[in-house]
C-alpha cells in the first residue's frame, strides 16, 4: 500500500494532505472537503502540507504553554525546543484522538490520529483547521467564528458570543430576505488581496450546519450580533472595530509573530470594510433592519 496525497483549495490557498499507508486514515473521514479538491501544485505554491502518520510518536522535552477548552473538547500547547509546536486534541468525553507536531510557521505538519472512526474524523477536522488558522496568518487571512450570508454578491459575516445567535440571525435573513444564500454557518475565511480589498471564502468547517462550499464574494460588512431588549444597529470607529471583530479570529495570543499578524490583517480588514454591532431580538425586524443598513448599494 502506498501513501496517499491530495490537495485542496481552501480561501485561494493550496493545502497538501498526504496520507502514509493505513486501513483507517483515508479521505473518508473528511466527507467535507469533497467540494474543495484540485489537482496538485508545486510545492512553493502550498500553504502547508500535512502528513498523516499514527507511527508519528510524541516530542517528550517541551513546554507546556497552555490548556485550552475548544467547546468540543480540550486541546493541550506544547512548545517544541526548536521553536515549533505540539498540540494533542482531544474530544468532549477526554479522548486523545489527535497528535499534531508543527514548524514555526505551520507550513510542514505531521499528525498521529487514534480510537474510532469518528474520534479520528474530529481529531483530523480540528488539526486542519488550526493548521489552517496559523499557516494563514501569515498570509494575510483570517479563519473566523462567524455565521455568513451572501446577497447581492457581497458577503455578510456575522459574530457573536457562542450562544448569542449567529446562525439565528443569518436563518431570518434566509428565511425573510429574497435572494440570500448560506455561505458558511461557523468559520467562513477572510483573505486580505493584492488591491487591498477582503474577500470570503466559504470553507471545509461550518460547525453543526452542513455548508461547505467552494465560493468566494467580496466582503461587504461585518456585524457583531448583541441580545437586546429592542433593535438598533450603530456603525463602530476603528477602535470598536478592532474590538469587536479580533476575539472571533482564530489566534495565539501566546505567539507573538501569529498574534502580530492576525492584528494587523484585522486592522487592515477594517479600514476597507465597515464593521457594526446589531442590537436586536431574534425576529424579523433585526434581520430587515440590519439587511437596510449594512448591505453595499453598488
Not at 96 to 122: I, T
Not at 136 to 164: D, E, Q, R
Not at 267 to 288: G, K, M, N, W
Request: glycine share 8%; net charge negative.
Amino acid at each position: 500500500m502506498a501513501a496517499q496525497d491530495y490537495y485542496f483549495k481552501i480561501g485561494g490557498h493550496f493545502v497538501r494532505l498526504c496520507f502514509q499507508p493505513s486501513e483507517v486514515n483515508t479521505m473518508d473521514l473528511l466527507p467535507s472537503f469533497s467540494p474543495f479538491y484540485t489537482p496538485p501544485v508545486e510545492k512553493n505554491l502550498l500553504l502547508f502540507s500535512l502528513t498523516v502518520d499514527d507511527s508519528l510518536r510524541p516530542i517528550r522535552k517541551f513546554e507546556l504553554i497552555r490548556k485550552f477548552d475548544t467547546g468540543n473538547g480540550d486541546t493541550l500547547v506544547h512548545r517544541l525546543p526548536d521553536g515549533g509546536y505540539q498540540f494533542v486534541i482531544r474530544d468532549i468525553a477526554g479522548q486523545d484522538c489527535c497528535l499534531l507536531q508543527a514548524n514555526e510557521d505551520f507550513s510542514v505538519c505531521h499528525c498521529a490520529l487514534n480510537g474510532s472512526w469518528s474520534m479520528r474524523s474530529f481529531g483530523l477536522n480540528d488539526a486542519l483547521m488550526l493548521i489552517y488558522a496559523f499557516a494563514g496568518s501569515f498570509h494575510g487571512t483570517l479563519l473566523i467564528h462567524a455565521s455568513c450570508v451572501a446577497y447581492n454578491g457581497w458577503a455578510y459575516p456575522f459574530t457573536a458570543k457562542s450562544g448569542t445567535g449567529k446562525s439565528t440571525h443569518s436563518g431570518l435573513w434566509l428565511s425573510h430576505i429574497e435572494g440570500t444564500e448560506l455561505v458558511n454557518d461557523d468559520n467562513p475565511i477572510i483573505r486580505m488581496e493584492t488591491d487591498g480589498h477582503a474577500t470570503l471564502y466559504g470553507s471545509p468547517w461550518s460547525g453543526k450546519t452542513p455548508c461547505y462550499r467552494q465560493v468566494s464574494y467580496p466582503l461587504g460588512a461585518l456585524t457583531r450580533i448583541e441580545r437586546a431588549s429592542a433593535n438598533s444597529i450603530e456603525r463602530l470607529g476603528p477602535v470598536l472595530a478592532f474590538a469587536s471583530i479580533l476575539p472571533s479570529c482564530s489566534s495565539m495570543k501566546w505567539d507573538s509573530a501569529i498574534f502580530n499578524n492576525i492584528c494587523n490583517t484585522v486592522t487592515r480588514v477594517i479600514q476597507s470594510t465597515p464593521v457594526y454591532t446589531l442590537h436586536c431580538l431574534p425576529d424579523q425586524e433585526a434581520a430587515l433592519l440590519c439587511h437596510k443598513t449594512i448591505t453595499r448599494k453598488e
